[in-house]
């Protein structure tokens, strides 16, 4: 089974950089015409970045006393971000990397997911910190447009449902039975006429929503400790614009603080709320857009996101390629019986 679904990931996987080969051979051409002394500081960022998500895992795995090396934590996070952009399902395909580990490792598969949701949330709330800085920098540039706002506006929407589904795990695991099976019959709904069964088992909604609030439950007792992943949650936007300044540098395009957090906002914030997996062709087309609004030049402009995008997309795919593979071929463990 474990080969059959690795056959078609990288199926999958084929399919998505064969659509995409145009795109690579534009960012091949950029990169040969870039200074690749500050491309390879962005990429070395880039792999720190990587690292980075592993320690925010790593916090959060022991505030729910999951125990789990940072290295293994590495793989899973490199591999699931390779899972969501290549069979895209709203985040639950990569979330599946998790929990697979956690099953075949005897762990607790209702604490991953605790930590899980408490990665998304707590990189919601660093890059709001951020957006709010760049929608400042866009409204004194005269550049702030109903597109910013909206999008901005779904994305506090989708940050306060994450943290509404952690605070019922918190308040009442019956609670968060019903409100899991409510939407369990929901998927099942809109399922049931293209498969012609169910998909989900609601029945284990009110077990699965047992496990979460024993997780949630864990975390009343170390409220110091949430202090550090949305630091470290911080600081991978830090990294990621540090990234952006680099490709700049690549480029010989003068840039200031402001344009670095302005641009960076609006393509970020286009890539949690756009439709396609890590934003494909929607970033693309939005960024060098709002780096023009922001006194770049246009042809700068999109040079700069190709080759912003081949390190910040098409790079930690590669990785997450390589990283499920190794995942996928490690045994199964026998469950941990302290757990």
């Not at 056959?7 to 996987?13: G, K, M, R, T």
């Not at 720190?48 to 729910?64: C, G, K, M, P």
């Not at 019922?168 to 099976?181: M, P, Q, T």
Request: net charge positive; proline share 4%; with cysteine.
């Amino acid at each position: 089974m474990r080969q059959f679904l690795f056959l078609l990931v990288l199926f999958l996987a084929i399919v998505f950089v064969f659509l995409s080969f145009s795109e690579l051979e534009n960012i091949a051409e950029t990169l040969e015409k870039s200074n690749w002394i500050f491309v390879s500081f962005a990429l070395l960022f880039e792999c720190i970045w990587l690292y980075n998500a592993a320690i925010i895992f790593s916090t959060l795995y022991r505030l729910v006393e999951v125990d789990e090396s940072r290295r293994r934590l590495l793989l899973m996070a490199t591999a699931a971000n390779f899972v969501n952009v290549i069979a895209p399902s709203a985040g639950i395909g990569g979330m599946a990397v998790f929990l697979d580990a956690a099953r075949r490792r005897g762990q607790s598969t209702g604490r991953v997911t605790v930590a899980g949701v408490l990665f998304a949330l707590y990189d919601y709330a660093a890059f709001l910190c951020v957006l709010a800085l760049g929608l400042i920098v866009l409204f004194r540039r005269n550049h702030l447009t109903a597109s910013e706002l909206t999008a901005s506006a779904i994305l506090l929407v989708v940050a306060f449902s994450v943290a509404l589904l952690l605070y019922l795990g918190y308040k009442s695991a019956d609670r968060l039975g019903k409100v899991l099976a409510w939407l369990s019959r929901l998927v099942n709904w809109i399922a049931r006429p293209f498969i012609r069964r169910d998909y989900l088992d609601v029945e284990n909604a009110h077990f699965f929503a047992r496990e979460v609030a024993e997780g949630v439950t864990l975390l009343r007792s170390k409220p110091r400790q949430l202090i550090w992943p949305f630091l470290f949650a911080l600081n991978s936007k830090a990294l990621l614009i540090c990234v952006l300044a680099f490709t700049f540098l690549a480029l010989g395009t003068p840039f200031s603080v402001g344009t670095l957090v302005g641009g960076f906002s609006i393509g970020y914030l286009f890539l949690i709320v756009s439709p396609t997996p890590a934003g494909v062709g929607v970033v693309e087309s939005i960024l060098p857009v709002a780096l023009t609004s922001l006194r770049v030049p246009w042809a700068a402009a999109v040079l700069i996101t190709l080759v912003y995008r081949g390190i910040t997309f098409w790079f930690p795919l590669a990785v997450g390629g390589i990283a499920f593979r190794l995942l996928q071929r490690e045994p199964q463990l026998l469950p941990d019986k302290t757990e």
